[in-house]
C-alpha cells in the first residue's frame, strides 16, 4: 500500500475536476446558531421582522414636538407655545400628537410661557414607523454572507438566533517530514473566516497506513487532506486514499496545483492538496471555493473589475493562478503560475486564467478577487 503513484500522461482539465466534485456535494441543511457565532456564515432563510419601529422614535436628545405648532418661528420672532414641551432621548417612541424632535436650544424656557424659537419640518430627526424594518419584508436574503453590520442590525431588532449553513469541514494533515504547517493553518484560517465549522487532525505520520486510517475516522461534509499527493518516497496520500475509499482523479492542469486529487471515504468528497502553500491558493480558487459556493448556496462573490498596466502570458492547456497588486484604479500583475512568498505578501487581488487562455494584453479589464481569508470584493 505503500507505493508511490504517478501522475497519469494526462492531467485532467479544471474544469473537469471541479464538475467532478461538484457532482457529488449538496447543500447541507440550514441550521440555527446565535446571532454572535453567525458571522461569515451564509444566511439560509430569508430573515422577516415585524415593522420596526412600531412608532416613531426620536433620533436626537431634545423636545417632542408638532411641526405645526412651530410654524414661522425664528429668535427674532419666538411662537408662545399651546402645549408644554415634551423632552425626549435618542431611542425614545414619541408621544402621539408628535411628528418631530429639536434640538434643546430651540425652546425658550426662561418666560412664564414656553416659546419656539426654530422651524421644524413634519418627520424631522425621527424614525418613522417600519423605516428600520418594513412588516413581512426580508431583512436578509438567503445566501448572503452574514457581516459584522447585518447582525448589528439583527441586535438591535432583538433577533438572537438566524438560520445559516453551515458546513463543517475537516483539515486532515499528513504531516510534512520538517514540520511545517503552514498549509493547514492558512486553510483554517481562511475557512473560518467563511464562518464555517473547522475541525484539523493530523495523521500520526506520513505513511499510508496512518493516513488510511485517519480518513477512515473522519465525520464532515468535506475533507481537505494536505500533503503527500506528490510522486516522491515519501508521498501516500493517493495510495491511502485508494484503499479506503475511492480516488476520481490524481492530477489537475492547475498550477499551482498540479498533483491535486479528488476522491471519496464513506460518501464524504475529499480534496486532497499539496503541501506546498502557494498550491492551496490554487486549489482554493479552482476547487476549493466552488465546493463552498454548492455547500452553502451562498450568492456568487462579484470580482473586482481593473485594467492591467501591463500584459499576462499564459499557458494554453492549463489554468494558472495569476497574483495581483491594486495599484489606483489598475491591477499590477506580480506572479503566474509560480508565486513566491514576496508576490503572495505584495498581492491584493487572485485572478484565475482558464485553460484555454493565452492570456491578457496590457490595459484590458480582468475580474480578480481577494485572496481568500480576506474582505470580499465590495
Known amino acids: ?12 482539465s479544471l474544469d473537469q475536476a471541479r464538475d467532478c466534485l461538484l457532482t457529488a456535494l449538496a447543500p447541507v441543511e440550514a441550521v440555527m446558531v446565535p446571532r454572535d457565532e453567525a458571522l461569515g456564515c451564509i444566511c ?29 418661528a425664528s429668535s427674532y420672532a419666538p411662537v408662545l407655545l ?9 431611542g425614545d417612541a414619541l ?29 424631522e430627526n425621527i424614525r418613522r414607523p417600519g ?10 436574503a438567503t445566501g448572503r454572507r452574514l457581516r459584522a453590520a447585518d447582525l448589528a442590525c439583527a441586535e438591535a431588532l432583538n433577533i438572537a438566533h438566524v438560520s445559516v449553513r453551515r458546513p463543517h469541514v475537516l483539515i486532515l494533515d499528513a504531516p510534512a517530514r520538517d514540520g511545517a504547517r503552514t498549509t493547514c493553518s492558512f486553510l483554517q484560517r481562511a475557512l473560518r473566516s467563511e464562518g464555517l465549522r473547522v475541525s484539523m487532525e493530523a495523521c500520526a505520520d506520513r505513511s499510508a497506513g496512518a493516513i488510511k486510517m485517519s480518513l477512515e475516522a473522519t465525520e464532515a461534509d468535506l475533507i481537505l487532506l494536505v500533503g503527500g499527493t506528490g510522486t516522491g518516497d515519501s508521498d501516500h496520500t493517493i495510495a491511502a486514499l485508494e484503499a479506503c475509499g475511492r480516488l476520481h482523479l490524481h492530477g489537475v ?24 502553500f502557494e498550491h492551496a491558493v490554487g486549489a482554493w480558487l479552482g476547487l476549493v471555493a466552488p465546493a463552498l459556493d454548492r455547500l452553502t448556496l451562498r450568492e456568487p462573490e462579484t470580482p473586482l473589475t ?11 492547456g492549463v489554468a494558472e493562478v495569476c497574483l495581483l497588486q491594486r495599484q489606483g484604479d489598475a491591477f499590477a500583475p506580480l506572479a503566474i503560475g509560480d508565486l513566491p512568498l514576496q508576490s503572495l505578501c505584495a498581492a491584493t487581488h487572485v485572478m484565475l486564467i482558464e485553460a484555454g487562455s493565452e492570456g491578457h494584453a496590457s490595459g484590458e479589464p480582468v475580474g480578480a478577487f481577494a485572496l481568500p ?4 470584493n465590495p
Do not use: F, N, Y
Not at 475529499?270 to 506546498?276: D, E, M, S, Y
Open 1 to 12: 500500500m505503500d507505493q508511490r503513484r504517478p501522475l497519469p500522461r494526462t492531467l485532467t
Open 44 to 72: 439560509a432563510a430569508p430573515l422577516i421582522v415585524g415593522l420596526h419601529p412600531p412608532r416613531p422614535t426620536a433620533l436626537r436628545d431634545g423636545w417632542a414636538m408638532r411641526a405645526e405648532d412651530l410654524s414661522g
Open 82 to 90: 399651546a402645549h408644554p414641551p415634551r423632552a425626549v432621548e435618542t
Open 95 to 123: 408621544p402621539a400628537d408628535c411628528d418631530c424632535v429639536i434640538d434643546h436650544h430651540g425652546l425658550d424656557l426662561s418666560g412664564p410661557m414656553p416659546q419656539a424659537m426654530i422651524e421644524a419640518l413634519p418627520g
Open 131 to 140: 423605516e428600520d424594518a418594513a412588516a413581512e419584508r426580508a431583512l436578509l
Open 253 to 276: 492542469a492547475l498550477e499551482p496545483g498540479g498533483t491535486i486529487a479528488i476522491g471519496a471515504v464513506a460518501g464524504i468528497p475529499v480534496i486532497a492538496i499539496p503541501g506546498l
Open 306 to 316: 481593473l485594467p492591467l498596466t501591463q500584459k499576462i502570458a499564459s499557458r494554453v
Open 373 to 376: 481569508g480576506e474582505e470580499r
